[in-house]
């Protein structure tokens, strides 16, 4: 990820308060959960997205075939990033469209291994 992205695309609206953090798996070659972002409360399709970015034309002509389009806030790549086999053995078998964090214990305990003292400081995860 270079920056250039300030939008996510997706056909799912996620039922949780905005803004809020979800956790991307990068697929092939890659196949790591790789990825922490920040995102704010979506535009609808058929609402107007503001600004230019990657795929603002498409969105706002109702041409993308995505429902949402969740501005991107902060992009954080996780360090170390959690392999495919790690994620199998807790039965998760990515890609999937998405799954709740919370509801898997043995992914919270994973990730609760993980060096988040950056994201601590910015006040972005109060509820983990």
């Avoid at 409360?41 to 995505?66: A, L, Q």
Wanted: charge should be neutral.
């Amino acid at each position: 990820m270079d920056g250039r992205k300030t939008l996510e695309y997706r056909n799912k609206y996620w039922k949780v308060p905005y803004p809020n953090w979800f956790y991307v798996y990068e697929s092939k070659p890659i196949s790591k959960l790789k990825y922490v972002l920040f995102l704010d409360h979506p535009y609808k399709m058929g609402e107007v997205i503001p600004y230019t970015s990657y795929g603002t034309d498409s969105f706002n002509s109702c041409s993308m075939h995505r429902n949402y389009a969740y501005p991107i806030k902060e992009i954080f790549e996780i360090n170390p990033p959690i392999d495919l086999a790690t994620l199998r053995t807790i039965g998760i078998t990515p890609p999937q469209n998405y799954l709740y964090v919370s509801k898997n214990q043995q992914l919270v305990d994973l990730l609760t291994n993980i060096d988040f003292s950056y994201f601590e400081q910015l006040n972005l995860f109060n509820n983990f």
